[in-house]
């Protein structure tokens, strides 16, 4: 699909594929029924339409990437009759609107200007507003139906859609949405909220598939916030206990670092809290990890809390990174009465990470002199001395 610069009549019919609501829309743009066409952004369009009884439908119309957009305010579900006058109207004016240089910039103070307004205020407005202005009670009926609390899913699985295909404005304006959906989430009731939370991560990893380039911290933290919020949901349902951890791991192996961060916390308590840490082990177990340290990282973490000692020395293994990391296993060998294996750790570590691992340098030197290999702990010294 073209975009609003060069999108043409034939382009319109085929949006709308509706022979009958093309006629319609037809119909009602030759009445001049179109009204406040503007152009609120250089790919974004607002009207106005003139329905039956004088009711006034507001239409918007918008492209993301390739993809072609549209809502109004009336109850029909799908293309409707306004939006193609809307359409057909922009096809007719789009030269002479074009020259309105200031569009951009009215569209972007309105959006500042609201952003000051508290939004107790901005309610009321909104409110007073509706009571005069029937457009705006019909936009406000059809969200309040919109977001109702069990339609939320629906809603946020639209929203992933859309981000899909969006440029980073469309999806930054998207995730936007989401977070503040996810935050109000918090208030529902549990069972609610907690089917709200599986839809945003299973959406969440079909978009990360599609776009890795799409990180979704912002989204992610504010489902942890709310599944911490409504735990009671995920504690009597095992099987949505279940699906939110499998989504978990799946987003922790496609995220990055800072994404990583965030989610093995709350994976590791919650495979705790609900009895599924062997589940999670499994999980991680069949997924392809080969060189993926940070995964081998958490994988060990698990083990060694689930007492699967060897499990986690094999995972560990696999994700000796840092200092931190080869001590870690250089102390467990110690606990383990295993001297030979952590004196081969602490070597590898010295080795791999050269004047990085001056604790690990020290504590071999005291294993060496513990085991009577005096020489070996002073030319290792020495050698740290002179690096």
């Known amino acids: 699909m073209p975009d609003l610069w060069t999108l043409s009549a034939r382009d319109v019919e085929w949006y709308v594929e509706s022979d009958a609501v093309l006629k319609r829309g037809r119909s009602y743009y030759r009445s001049g029924r179109v009204r406040e066409l503007r152009l609120v952004a250089e790919d974004h369009l607002r009207a106005r339409v003139r329905g039956q009884w004088e009711h006034f439908y507001r239409v918007e119309v918008w492209t ?10 009336c109850p029909y579900w799908g293309v409707c009759k306004h939006v193609v006058a809307v359409l057909l109207a922009w096809l007719d004016r789009r030269e002479e609107l074009s020259q309105d240089a200031s569009v951009g910039g009215r569209a972007e103070s309105l959006a500042s200007w609201m952003e000051t ?20 009670e019909e936009v406000l009926q059809r969200w309040k139906e919109t977001l109702h609390p069990e339609r939320l899913p629906r ?21 936007g949405r989401i977070v503040h959906l996810l935050a109000w989430a918090k208030t529902f009731d549990p069972l609610v909220a907690g089917a709200i939370a599986r839809e945003t991560l299973k959406r969440a990893v079909e978009l990360r598939r599609r776009r890795p380039d799409v990180e979704l911290t912002a989204v992610l933290t504010q489902v942890v916030e709310l599944i911490q919020a409504q735990a009671q949901a995920f504690e009597r349902d095992p099987k949505l206990a279940a699906s939110v951890l499998h989504d978990m791991i799946m987003l922790f192996l ?8 965030l989610l093995e916390p709350a994976l590791v308590a919650w495979a705790e809290r609900w ?18 340290t940070g995964a081998y990282a958490l994988l060990a973490k698990l083990c060694r809390l689930e007492g699967l000692l060897e499990e986690y020395e094999a995972a560990r293994h696999k994700s000796l990174v840092s200092e931190e990391d080869y001590l870690e296993l250089f102390e467990h060998y110690l606990r383990t009465n295993y ?36 020489a070996r702990a002073e030319r290792l010294l020495k050698r740290r001395r002179s690096a």
């Open 117 to 136: 307004i508290p939004p107790d205020l901005l309610g009321d407005l909104l409110l007073e507003e509706s009571r005069m202005n029937s457009a705006v």
């Open 339 to 374: 001297p030979d294996r952590a004196i081969r750790v602490g070597e590898q570590g010295i080795k791999a990470l050269g004047t990085k691992a001056s604790r690990l340098a020290e504590r071999l030197a005291v294993l060496y002199q513990e085991w009577g290999e005096t």
């Open 254 to 261: 496609l995220g990055r670092a800072s994404t990583r961060a």
């Open 275 to 292: 009895g599924r840490r062997a589940e999670v082990i499994a999980e991680l177990k069949r997924q392809p990890l080969e060189a993926d």
């Open 155 to 175: 809603h946020i699985a639209l929203l992933f859609r859309r981000m899909s295909e969006a440029s980073p404005k469309g999806i930054a304006r998207s995730e």
């Open 64 to 73: 993301e990437g390739e993809e072609l957009h549209s809502q109004c305010s």
